[in-house]
């Protein structure tokens, strides 16, 4: 079974396995509970990967630049993960459009879910002021 460094595109999501590290854990021997936020961004940043958006090329696809920032972040911890697990982070759109999008993720180790997100995503200029997000692009993040 051949598997791509940057997950794969599930309808209107993205699906991403990735193992726990001994760097990922604190003494204990459990993730530590910051380092879910970088599970979840791999997620999101391979979701953009796997659409064909290069987010460095977002700041010059026109006059006024397109930039993703995290403006909201809901996280429920349901349960914790432990060295050499094998995680499943799923990032589905949920809204796309006018200067915002909404992803709700979940990270799993098989059938358990382990950490529920939702992100709500503001979409910038370069010189940091709202914009809309380009229907086309938002199109994309919808599956359509």
Known sequence: M???????LIGNGHRLVQRVYYEDTDFSG???HARYLHFLERGRTDYLRCLGVEQSALLTVD???????VHRMEIDFKASARMDDILTIETVTEKAGGAKMVLNQLIRRDETVLIAAKVTIAVIN????PRRLP???AKQFLGE
């Open 2 to 8: 051949q598997t791509s460094l940057c997950g794969e």
């Open 30 to 32: 459990l993730v530590y």
């Open 63 to 69: 006059e006024e630049g397109l930039v993703f920032v």
């Open 126 to 129: 370069g010189k940091g002021r």
């Open 135 to 137: 229907e086309k692009l």
